[in-house]
């Protein structure tokens, strides 16, 4: 079984772009989330979708954050615009019903 | 309020030692208890998981885990260390009932000397 996958690995943006990351599940995997990796802050909550539906976002991110699962096997997550404290590495995780997270490889984020 | 501590942020050993990783919880539900290592460049990989049943958990390349309802504790281990095992490694809280909800550490990075 191919492994929760993420689009691209490195992104590069300037203050005030736009940009979407990409992620892929584990197929028949129904719950899927996005995460914030810093050092400082250690995994912060972006979103989680279960059957494709929005269950929880985190609340500090709601403004320039939108995540979006356009069907079972993709999804999305739009930075608009991008502000340099947003340089961090955000992770996509999906689970089954056992309730263990599958990690993708991450994207590193990096807004100068 | 829930939370997922792992006291030390940083532990070296040199290879062939044993190794203990701490990790405390705070929950007043029935917690389901994770451990991941996190590999330079690379998303987390899950190690083992505790549910129920047997409080010691066995899970990837020699590691094992103790769950302890009375310490609030859910201690990682292994007998014998691996340069390879540099790396950092988190204890994750998944809450019952609310199976979005997860509490991660803040990790322990993990330098095995040669």
């Known amino acids: 079984d191919a492994g929760v996958t993420q689009t691209p690995r490195h992104e590069v943006a300037e203050k005030g772009q736009t940009i979407i990351l990409k992620c892929e599940p584990v197929s028949g995997h129904n719950d899927l989330f996005w995460y914030r990796q810093t050092k400082i802050q250690g995994l912060e909550l972006l979103s989680y979708?279960?059957?494709?539906?929005?269950?929880?976002d985190g609340g500090a991110f709601k403004d320039r954050f939108k995540a979006e699962m356009l069907n079972s096997s993709f999804s999305t997550l739009k930075i608009q615009p991008t502000e340099p404290k947003d340089s961090a590495v955000y992770l996509c995780?999906?689970?089954?019903?056992?309730?263990?997270?599958?990690f993708g490889a991450g994207t590193r984020l990096s807004v100068l | 309020a829930q939370s997922v501590t792992q006291p030390d942020a940083r532990v070296t050993v040199s290879e062939g030692a044993s190794l203990q990783l701490r990790c405390k919880y705070s929950y007043s539900g029935t917690p389901y208890l994770f451990w991941y290592v996190q590999y330079p460049r690379q998303g987390l990989q899950l190690l083992l998981k505790?549910?129920?049943?047997?409080?010691v958990v066995q899970g990837v390349n020699g590691f094992e885990a103790e769950f302890s309802k009375s310490n609030s504790s859910f201690h990682l281990r292994k007998a014998s260390v691996h340069w390879s095992d540099s790396a950092v490694y988190f204890c994750?809280?998944?809450?019952?009932?609310?199976?979005?909800?997860?509490?991660f550490g803040l990790g322990t990075t993990l330098q095995v000397q040669p």
């Open positions: 979708f279960r059957s494709k539906s929005l269950m929880e």
């Open positions: 505790y549910y129920s049943g047997d409080p």
């Open positions: 994750v809280l998944r809450l019952t009932g609310n199976t979005g909800k997860l509490i």
């Open positions: 995780a999906s689970s089954n019903s056992q309730n263990t997270l599958y």
